[in-house]
């Protein structure tokens, strides 16, 4: 592809150029530019990212309160979140304790936030779930907006486990 000259955009007392296609591919959508990678995502000139590979969604996590926090990417601008927000105690380990958070797990199950999943897994881990939207194409600042209003619905969470005696995951 023939590129034009390159193009100052002004951007708040520094500039940022982008490319022109022209010929054949002039007038035509095109691919947005990618200026770089950053983990899972390309990152185009619009501070947009899309997956390096469409064929896999991206995945990326944090911790948060001692707790791993995965997060993928969905079709639809979506973002899928899961926890395991605690360990319910085995018999051996607390028998006061286990009753306890099993009824937490309980009140939880009937108390989450509008869209959210709590699932008691196999190894007595306690999963929460949810699947928040971006509002259009992911950025970096829409996915950190989106993951801080996640763990600050998770923290009441975490405290009713905790409080009732749950081990932190």
Known sequence: MRLRALRKI????????????????????????????????????????????????????FRWRGRRVAARMLAGWQVEFDVIAAHVPFTAESTSARPRVLAAVAALRDGLPPGWR???????????????PLGGPATATKLVTAATTFVLALAPCLDLLDDEGARAA
């Open 10 to 61: 002004p951007v708040m007392n520094a500039s940022v150029s982008s490319l022109e296609p022209v010929g054949a591919m002039a007038g035509t959508a095109a691919a947005p530019i990618t200026i770089g990678k950053l983990g899972p995502f390309a990152v185009s000139l619009d501070g947009t990212l899309e997956p390096n590979d469409p064929e896999i969604a991206p995945r990326f996590g």
């Open 118 to 132: 709590l699932r008691l897994a196999p190894d007595h881990s306690v999963h929460l779930e949810t699947v928040a």
